[in-house]
């Protein structure tokens, strides 16, 4: 009787090894835990309308951590995405506002937010301004920007046809995470399958190979930066879906729960080491996480503390278990 | 305060496949400046990290007047009056003068620094050893010879003893040598044992005594500089039997030329020319820093070039970037696998088809069939060791991971090779295999260029040697002239002599 079972679970095991990668069977089994314990202390964790409500917020910061993974992966850090969601949500509620077509206000804001990581990317690899301290200024500059064009307040969107990418469902799956599907599948493949994401290890591996061997660092660079800067912004346009307003306020430390979520899924802040299949864990880990905190309605200020302990474990287990090998 | 003997007793050190040095013994005296000499990897460097702490001896000792010191750190060794002043500055280039020579004792009452007294003995010193300079002038207004001389009399103001200069006029003009030489004599007048590691000859005979020869980490002998020149120094330390490995095989004459730079210069170089022919392997052979790996980067378009120009098989080329070198079939095995080459947190297969992931693509998607046959085809022919191509390269073995860098840029079919200190680390099984790779490409009209510091590597795989000094080109050998001594000589000894 226990032969088989015994099989089927490395079996099971092994099969999870492939799907995300060796490495990654610890958040894997953390985020089995998560799931586990919740249902079992709040078994209104596992309802329909309670797993909706996780997969939507892991829609924004997961969005958004996917294109902080890039970023990350190639060696630079992206500080300024919270600052662009909520720059993006209001520039997409004011242009709608003018009486433009849904679709025009959306392409021409993502249009903006690539202007706008071109700008982080100017700074960074043609001034070579570090990349801390570069969009630690746009982060500023561009939340100045949100407050400014938007006078402080929210700006309420009139045309409610743009509601949908926000609140729209097909066969029941809202919008906001179709789009992080579509957005995670995108990623991946660049990153498993393309000549691109394979040159993003070799810069963030090693800058001076990748010189030598001939990669254009600086180009790839603003494709980085740009792409986050587009990732962010799609999803402020979608957050502007779901609260039907443009809020200059909104998102704001959403930088850090990204580079949270994609260091949660095994990045290495130096570079070189990660990936998308890591960074989808590390967002869903974090979302469930604080999920279960408000569901076991754990004091604001302590969920402060639980999310920041979170982080420290995850990352210790790492490094020790690096150590090892 | 006026110096210690210092005394190696049977020194001896190891490090991974290299016997750094072998029981070395020989004294150093008070009021003496004794001068240690020997090529690229002597073991001189070592032998200082063990005077001052840094790394600590296999077996043997070094003895102070007499009593054996059981060094663990370079604050150990400092205690006992022992510092060594690198080619790096290690001075606070934003605090002024005073407070760089007493940082860590500046003279306080109270707990509060008493400046006025701190200024007053930094006076002192200025006069003492003539520095051009105020206490209160801020260490980056200075030239780098007098930042050097700032740490000098840093430690001279701790009760040094025994002072060691490892090559400290590697960055300064032949006016701030004089300075610094001046400074010595002082210190030497005051009774300090000075140490002094240099490879430049003929400030050695400027200012040192005594003269110790190092040749692979054995000690050769300790002469007095009186009574010595340049070409008996140099004769001890050369002596090297050439063994079979190297596999030579000599090439036709009148090759045609494939590569042909004309006047090179740029930041580290000047007025660089020749010619480089077909199947040929022409050696670079010059002392570390003289400027052979900034050639080669010059060459492969990674660093800028000033004026002059790189003609490929006649035609005048611009390289605006590697990418334009890789193009035009040039390949560059850099000196340092693990900093400049490998990405080690990745595969072997993935380092292999590093430069050529763009040729086995597909509309920018990834080829993994062909990526995997290129990688094994590559792992039998060049024997990397690898249980698996999919392993990461950091954990193949320093030989392995060399042959991965040469895989890769095989895979580029380029028909100019420059080569790096390709067998820098690793063993002799190895460096045998990459003799072999070098031979084979030869027969296959490819042009190398090889950088290496090993002499015997250079006389036994070259069809014909230049040899560069401080930038520039200093002689041209051929096979048949080229020895040790002939390549040596060109590589340290300065043709124009000072006037002492």
Known sequence: MSEPQVLSSTNYLSSVKKIFGGEKIGLVVILGLLVAGMTVIKPVFLSPQNLINILLSASTNGIVASGVTYVILSGGLDLSVGSVVALSGTAVAMLINTGMNSVFAIVLTLLIASLLGMINGFFITTIKVNALITTLGTMMVYRGLAYIISNGSAVYIK?????????????????????LIFVFIIFSVILSRTVFGRNLYVIGGNKEAARLTGIN?????????????????????????????GQPTAASGLELDAVTAVVLGGAALTGGIGSMSGTILGVLILTVFRNGLLLLNVDAFYQYIASGSLLLIAVTIDRVRNRNN | MSGSIVEFSRVSKNFPGVRALDNISFKANP???????GENGAGKSTLLKILNGDYIADTGIVIL?????????????LDKGI???????????????????????????YGLVRWSELYLRTQDLIDRY????????????????????????????????????????????????EILFDMIRTMRSEG???????????????ICDQATVLKDGCFVGKVPIKGNNEKSLVSMMVGREINEIFKYEKIPDNLHVVLEVKNLTNINLRNISFKLHESEVLGIAGLVGAGRSELAHAIFGADQVKKGSIEINGKKVIFRSTKDAIRSGIALCPEDRKHQALIMDRSVKENIIQVIINKISRIG?????????????????????????????????????????????LASKPRIIILDEPTRGIDVGAKSEIYTIINELKKNHVSLILISSELPEILGVCDRIIVMKNGEISGELSREEATEMAVIELAMIDKNKGSE
Request: charged share 25%; glycine share 6%.
């Open chain 1, 159 to 179: 045309n409610k046809e743009f509601y949908s990418i926000g609140m729209g469902k097909v066969f029941g799956i809202p919008n906001p995470v179709i789009i």
């Open chain 2, 130 to 177: 003539d520095l051009k300079c105020t206490p209160k002038t801020i260490l980056k207004d200075l030239s780098v010879a007098q930042q050097q001389m700032i740490e000098i009399v840093k430690d001279l103001n701790r009760n040094i003893k025994v002072i060691a200069l490892d090559e400290p006029t590697a960055s300064l003009s032949d006016k701030e040598i």
């Open chain 2, 65 to 77: 007047d007499g009593e054996p010191q059981h060094f663990h750190s370079p604050k150990d060794a």
């Open chain 2, 192 to 206: 300090k044992t000075i140490i002094y590691v240099s490879h430049r000859m003929n400030e050695v005979f400027k």
């Open chain 2, 31 to 37: 009021g003496e400046v004794t001068a240690i000499l």
């Open chain 2, 83 to 109: 510092s060594i002043i690198y080619q790096e500055r290690h001075i606070i280039p934003g605090l002024n003068v005073a407070e760089n020579i007493f940082a860590g004792e500046l003279p306080r009452k």
């Open chain 1, 217 to 245: 660092i600086n180009l790839y660079s603003y494709i980085i930066y740009v792409s986050s800067s587009v990732m962010a912004a799609l999803s402020g346009i979608i957050l502007a879906g779901r609260m039907t307003s």
């Open chain 2, 365 to 409: 998607f990834l080829n993994f069939q062909k990526e995997k046959a290129i990688a094994e085809d590559y792992r039998s022919r060049l024997d990397i060791r690898t249980s698996d191509i999919v392993k990461k390269v950091g954990e193949l073995s320093g030989g392995n991971q060399q042959k991965v860098v040469l895989a890769r840029w």
